[in-house]
């Protein structure tokens, strides 16, 4: 890739994060609406079947805007606390802001790589929603993360399963790739290992159990997720985000002739979502526990 003048620090997830705090950011902005909302069902889930107690510490890995951040406040009350961790500033700064704004008091927020930062200790959970998946090396990561909660413990994240269960981000990755190529050479910064890293069940428990974790469980979640109000909207969101939106920001200025027909070919591959509720499509992730100890 031609990176040679681009500089993103010398971490091993520097790119990612650079990606995370610059272009994915204003992504997640202009769509916000649409993947909190269809991610909130899913954390809702997994909070549902491990559920913080009052007065519990709590992570919140890769916590971007810091709604479950806030959401995880609220349940283990006054006595408790929910510290967001992200690796973006930006990210971090909008999570400060509203959780202020909000008037949550027992949040914390932190901008840091989860992989390399200090944690701090004695966390009764990390939980994160879609917010693990994206570290140059998981086991290190994990095992970071590990460190911070007591002995006992539990991490519960959200990650996607597989793509073909994920016909959405699937999909439209398809039909990107069928006119256009991924380029050899980029100057935007990529977002990590990307979306599906964790989707394997074996690969993802021994990545556990390389980082210290025990009773590991796989609960799989399907519920479907709203893409967009309309189909414009869904074919705007795919292009912005996901290994589809991935593949057109990294050919920069080389997309632009291509994006009529590609907008064109992800309309007719999304219309059978369109319904009267909007663009609604299947979504799977698996929810993931792990106990330290
Ligand atoms: C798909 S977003 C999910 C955000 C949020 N959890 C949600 O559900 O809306 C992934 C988040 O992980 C963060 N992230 C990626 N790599 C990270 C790292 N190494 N350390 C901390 N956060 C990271 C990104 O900045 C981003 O906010």
Redesign the pocket.
Same mark, same amino acid.
């Given at each position: 890739m031609s990176t040679a003048d681009t500089h993103w620090g010398s971490g091993a997830?520097a790119e @990612?994060?650079a990606a995370?705090?610059g272009p +994915?950011y204003d992504r =997640?902005v202009a769509f916000r609406h649409i993947? #909190?909302t269809g +991610?909130g069902a899913h $954390?809702e889930e997994a909070l549902r079947l491990y559920p913080p107690q009052p007065g519990a510490r709590v992570l &919140?890995? $890769?916590?971007? *805007?810091g &709604? #479950?951040t806030q959401r995880i406040a609220g349940l283990v009350g006054p006595d408790g606390e929910a510290f967001g961790?992200? @690796? @973006?500033a930006r *990210?971090v700064e909008t999570a400060t802001a509203e959780a202020a704004e909000a008037g949550v008091a027992n949040t914390r927020f932190m901008a @840091? &790589?989860?992989?390399t930062a200090p944690l701090g200790e004695g966390f009764d959970m990390a939980f994160?929603?879609? $917010?693990t998946m =994206? =570290?140059a090396n998981p086991v290190v990561?994990l095992r970071n993360i590990r460190a911070a909660l007591a002995p006992g413990g539990r991490l519960v994240m959200v990650v996607w399963r597989r793509r073909t269960d994920n016909d959405w981000l699937y999909r439209a990755q398809q039909i990107v790739e069928a006119i256009v190529e991924r380029p050899d050479e980029y100057d935007d910064p990529t977002? $990590?290992p990307g979306?599906f890293s964790m989707a394997d069940a074996d690969t993802t428990s021994e990545i556990l159990v390389h980082a210290g974790f025990s009773d590991i469980a796989f609960h799989r979640c399907d519920i479907p997720i709203l893409i967009g109000r309309d189909i414009d909207e869904a074919v705007a969101l795919v292009m912005a985000m996901g290994p589809a939106g991935e593949i057109m920001r990294l050919l920069g200025d080389r997309a632009r002739p291509l994006e009529v027909p590609v907008r064109a070919a992800l309309r007719d591959g999304f219309a059978e979502f369109d319904g009267p509720e909007g663009v609604v499509a299947r979504a799977s992730t698996w929810i993931v526990s792990a106990v330290n100890g």
């Open positions: 997830n @990612a994060i995370w705090d +994915l =997640f993947v #909190t +991610l $954390g &919140d890995v $890769g916590c971007g *805007f &709604d #479950t961790v992200d @690796a @973006a *990210f @840091a &790589d989860v992989q994160s929603r879609v $917010g =994206f =570290f990561a977002c $990590g979306p």
